[in-house]
């Protein structure tokens, strides 16, 4: 009872292929494994812990008698595959160097890297290690797996969140997450945030249906911002204020305009005083 089990682990040979795909003597399989394993880690080391990120979530690779066929899983196939081809020709020729075997590179892109587990883990472990709210960013990425068209989704982190002196486990879930049936397509990544002050693991499951069901793409909410709901009261209190507001404006105004209107009087009575006394001298000298 409570024995819990890798879900890809779980499925893989029933309902999920394997990511290595070749056969092998007795004397080969070790340097074999050692080297699919050498593979994984410089392409990990290359385009997922150096800037800019290629978001490589998976490599798989297929043993041929002549040749090894590595293939790539990227959310951003313009980084791995580069201008014109050249980060991948570089890549083979830096694999070839690291085996001593025929190599081709094939770059395959990730549609949807909200429901990738991997790339899922490492962006939480990312934003961790950057100091956001472990709580915001658990649920931010649990709502755009949903949004996405996820079935269900669990995240886990452990360590000391929050640079807290005792470690603990924090654990965010939506919709449901059927590990023990096989035919349900669940998505699995363990990913690691290191911090200051420690450690943290990141886990996220994420179950995309059963297997050969295609998944509903749900159209994108954008988020409006939000509005402040008034009462009537408020509302007509606020209208009475713009109302008296735009009285006093008014007022100001015709304050303002009254001036010149005294100054223009006054100058023209001050016109016809001139004219009468130029006037009245006229008949005196008449």
């Known amino acids: 009872m409570g024995q819990k089990t890798s879900p890809i682990g779980f499925r893989t040979g029933i309902t999920l292929g394997w990511q290595s795909t070749w056969f092998a003597s007795k004397n080969n399989y070790g340097n074999f494994l050692v080297e699919d394993q050498r593979i994984r880690e410089y392409v990990d080391r290359k385009f997922n812990r150096r800037m800019p990120k290629g978001a490589v979530a998976k ?4 043993r041929t008698r002549n040749e090894v066929k590595v293939t790539l899983r990227s959310a951003r196939p313009g980084i791995v595959i580069g201008p014109r081809g050249g980060e991948v020709d570089k890549l083979r ?3 070839e160097e690291l085996t001593g075997r025929k190599i081709a590179v094939n770059v395959i892109e990730i549609k949807e890297p909200d429901l990738d587990a991997t790339l899922v ?5 990312e934003q961790l290690s950057k100091r956001a709210s472990f709580r915001r960013t658990m649920k931010q990425f649990c709502e755009s797996a949903m949004n996405a068209g996820a079935k269900g989704v669990k995240i886990i982190c452990s360590g000391r969140l929050a640079g807290s002196e005792m470690a603990r486990k ?4 939506l919709g449901s997450i059927p590990l023990h049936t096989l035919d349900a397509n669940v998505d699995y990544a363990v990913a690691t945030s ?6 943290i693991g990141v886990k996220a499951w994420i179950y995309k249906g059963k297997f050969g069901e295609e998944i509903e793409q749900l159209p994108h909410r954008r988020r409006r911002p939000p509005t402040r709901r008034t009462s009537p009261r408020r509302a007509a209190g606020t ?3 713009a109302a008296s507001a735009t009285d006093r404006q008014s007022a100001t105004k015709t304050n303002v305009a009254a001036p010149p209107k005294e100054a223009d009087t006054k100058q023209q009575s001050t016109t016809k005083q001139s004219s009468t006394e130029t006037e009245s001298d006229q008949k005196k000298g008449d």
């Not at 490599?59 to 297929?62: A, K, L």
């Not at 924090?170 to 879930?173: C, D």
């Not at 290191?194 to 450690?199: E, L, Q, R, W």
């Open 194 to 199: 290191k911090t200051t002050y420690g450690a």
């Open 93 to 95: 020729e830096e694999l």
């Open 121 to 125: 883990a490492e962006a939480i472990a």
């Open 239 to 241: 209208a009475t204020k």
């Open 59 to 62: 490599t798989e690779i297929i």
């Open 170 to 173: 924090e654990t965010q879930k």
